[in-house]
């Protein structure tokens, strides 16, 4: 009994994941991308372009290629984190840091008391493009759901 308990336990298990482990294709990009660096780390290298908005030794901010709201900043560590799945407790700070560089950004561009949305994308079904743990920071506009409301349960 214990033996049946257990082997249907392993294969519900193993059955139930596959649908959620991201494509080969997305991991195949992802795998190089990471390889060559990420262009984020090329522009803390100043070996790329960006209007950079704020910079101190663990963070920098600027503005993105493709603004998605009025205003519209990235803000990034400079330590090279793939993922969020990839920060230890030694990260701790600098996360937090991230945070309040996005409220002294929000007050700077006058978003603060109107509101502004704190965003970071995780992986595939997130549509993560970039593997440089980076927050974004949207506002200037009422933003919306987040999320269609179209599966609202």
Known sequence: MIKTLIFSFITLLLFSTIGWSQSKEYQEKKAKKIKNGSVFTKIIKRESPATIIYEDDDIIAFVPLRSQAPVHLLIV??????????????????????????????????????????????NEDAGQSVFHLHMHLLGGQKLGPMLSQKNKQ
């Open 77 to 122: 560590p400079k330590k090279e984190i793939a993922t969020i799945n990839d920060i230890t407790e030694e990260d701790a700070l600098v996360l937090g840091k991230l945070f309040l560089v996005a409220k002294k950004l929000a007050k700077e561009k006058g978003i603060s008391e109107t509101g502004y949305r704190l965003s970071m994308n995780i």
